[in-house]
């Protein structure tokens, strides 16, 4: 079935280092592609989407790529700050299951001052 | 334009009671997806609903169930509640296979 795999957090930084999170998906057909953050005692927010191949989402100074041919949407941001600390969730939906979102596991980020 | 709404946004419950969960989607949609988030775990997908019906469940037991209003609004309810059922539910809606916004959540705590 459909899936989403993240990397195993916790991911700690130092504040203005450079972030990846990495995430792939196994999929049929042609899933949107989202990214969410969770920022402490605060529900998910869409962080930024791609909803086709090559499509590059960004908000807030995070971007992902959607790379259909190593099916992986990483997140990436040039210079994290300490307000970035939340947990991330890559997601896909669209797919055969319609509708459903699928979510991974989860990344908590950690940036020190 | 009015959110994903959620109530109540903390509850507090006794082993073996019952817990009843309410959302409110963004006016327009007609699907709403509940999940748990339990501590130290990832999201877990519960319950989708569409145009009032069921579409799909996950892993859970039969004692969490719910159902979906004729105006789109949902309930959860979780039965003989249990300790290990402590967790920030959340409900999200989407149009069809739109991107899907969620609530705020409930954090349920059993004692």
């Known amino acids: 079935g459909d899936s989403v795999t993240q990397m195993e957090g916790p991911v700690t930084l130092s504040e203005e280092a450079f972030l990846t999170i990495n995430c792939t998906y196994t999929a049929t057909g042609y899933p949107s592609l989202f990214w969410y953050v969770q920022y402490p005692g605060e529900g998910l927010q869409l962080l930024l989407k791609a909803t086709k191949a090559d499509d590059k989402g960004s908000n807030k100074g995070f971007e992902a790529t959607y790379r259909k041919e190593t099916t992986s949407f990483h997140l990436e941001k040039g210079s994290v700050q300490v307000s970035d600390s939340a947990v991330y969730f890559c997601?896909?939906?669209?797919?055969?299951?319609?509708?459903?979102?699928?979510f991974g596991s989860g990344t908590r980020l950690s940036i020190r001052p | 334009e009015a959110g994903v709404t959620q109530s109540p946004t903390h509850l507090i419950k006794t082993r073996g009671q019952q817990a009843t969960l309410r959302c409110s989607p963004i006016s327009g949609h007609t699907s709403v997806y509940w999940y748990q988030q339990a501590l130290g775990l990832g999201l877990q997908f519960l319950l989708w609903y569409d145009e009032g019906e069921e579409r799909n469940r996950g892993n859970f037991p039969p004692r969490f169930s719910g159902r979906q209003f004729p105006n789109y609004s949902s309930e959860l309810n979780v039965n003989a509640l249990e300790l290990e059922d402590s967790a920030l539910y959340l409900c999200?809606?989407?149009?069809?296979?739109?991107?899907?916004?969620f609530g705020q959540g409930t954090r349920l705590t059993v004692v």
């Open positions: 999200a809606s989407s149009f069809r296979d739109a991107k899907a916004f």
């Open positions: 997601a896909l939906s669209g797919v055969s299951s319609a509708s459903k979102i699928i």
